[in-house]
């Protein structure tokens, strides 16, 4: 799921909330469930105090943050962690599957960009996991949507990122969050799965004069991965 965007207010709380109702009432748990960014609007501590008591589920939950987060704030209040200014990168195993959890954020920006540090945090990772089958999840896509609202703020970099995905077959998926729809891609021979937002969704010219749609249902993306292959199924919660 992406792109919570919790402001204080009942409607953003209430839309999360759905969603992870929706997970905690499968009759099979999720292993994991992966948040790709925007979880707070503002970056407030109450915001992600806010996000904490949403992510005290009874399985584990693994977040990075989009543009609209906020670093220290974000690792003191949402991680436990001492603050600190640099990216917020962590690396999990799910199952299978190794869980790179990387930030493309650029602080103060709402661009996105792999920096130098990150890049060089993947390329260990991805040699340390030995040939284990591993997902990237990051908030900004590397490819355009071609909405020009979702594409005004994109990955700066993703030449860098394809590079690294070459040297390394074993990275099955990238899975983002950002552009506020659900979609589907290749990028560098992979698939890239863009998770549906929380709060609001993102709706194309030809579709609508308004960018944005408040009404429709907030959603998420079902990754399955088994027998060396990933499918990924949709769900809108109204």
Same mark, same amino acid.
């Given at each position: 799921m992406s792109d919570l965007h919790l402001d204080g207010t009942d409607r953003a709380h209430r839309r999360a909330e759905r969603v992870f109702a929706y997970l905690r009432d499968l009759p *099979?748990?999720?292993?994991?469930?992966? +948040? /790709? &960014?925007?979880?707070?609007?503002?970056?407030?501590?109450?915001?992600?105090?806010?996000a904490r008591k949403l992510f005290d589920l009874p399985f584990p939950v693994l977040a990075g943050p989009g543009n609209h987060d906020a670093r220290e704030v974000f690792r003191t209040v949402l991680l436990g962690e001492a603050a600190s200014p640099g990216p917020i990168n962590s690396a999990?195993? #799910?199952?299978?599957? *190794?869980?790179?959890?990387?930030?493309? /954020?650029?602080?103060?920006?709402?661009? &996105?960009?792999? *920096?130098?540090?990150?890049?060089?945090?993947?390329?260990?990772?991805?040699?340390? +996991?030995? &040939?284990?089958?591993t997902v990237i999840a990051f908030h900004h896509p590397p490819v355009l949507t071609h909405h020009p609202l979702a594409d005004r703020w994109p990955l700066l970099n993703p030449g860098?990122?394809?590079?690294?995905?070459?040297?390394?077959?074993? #990275? +099955?998926? #990238?899975? /983002? &969050?950002?552009?506020?729809?659900?979609?589907?891609?290749?990028f560098a021979g992979r698939?890239?799965?863009?998770?549906?937002?929380?709060?609001? /969704?993102l709706q194309f010219p030809f579709e609508s004069a308004e960018p944005g749609n408040p009404d429709l249902p907030p959603g998420l993306a079902l990754h399955l991965y088994t027998g060396g292959h990933l499918i990924t199924h949709f769900r809108h919660l109204p």
């Amino acid at each position: 799921m992406s792109d919570l965007h919790l402001d204080g207010t009942d409607r953003a709380h209430r839309r999360a909330e759905r969603v992870f109702a929706y997970l905690r009432d499968l009759p *099979a748990p999720p292993e994991a469930v992966l +948040v /790709t &960014g925007d979880i707070a609007d503002h970056g407030t501590a109450s915001e992600y105090e806010a996000a904490r008591k949403l992510f005290d589920l009874p399985f584990p939950v693994l977040a990075g943050p989009g543009n609209h987060d906020a670093r220290e704030v974000f690792r003191t209040v949402l991680l436990g962690e001492a603050a600190s200014p640099g990216p917020i990168n962590s690396a999990h195993r #799910v199952g299978d599957l *190794a869980v790179l959890m990387a930030d493309s /954020t650029i602080p103060g920006e709402d661009d &996105g960009n792999l *920096a130098s540090e990150t890049l060089e945090w993947l390329e260990s990772q991805l040699s340390a +996991v030995d &040939g284990r089958p591993t997902v990237i999840a990051f908030h900004h896509p590397p490819v355009l949507t071609h909405h020009p609202l979702a594409d005004r703020w994109p990955l700066l970099n993703p030449g860098e990122l394809a590079s690294l995905l070459q040297a390394h077959p074993h #990275v +099955v998926a #990238v899975l /983002t &969050g950002h552009a506020h729809t659900a979609a589907a891609a290749s990028f560098a021979g992979r698939p890239l799965i863009i998770a549906p937002a929380t709060t609001w /969704t993102l709706q194309f010219p030809f579709e609508s004069a308004e960018p944005g749609n408040p009404d429709l249902p907030p959603g998420l993306a079902l990754h399955l991965y088994t027998g060396g292959h990933l499918i990924t199924h949709f769900r809108h919660l109204p």
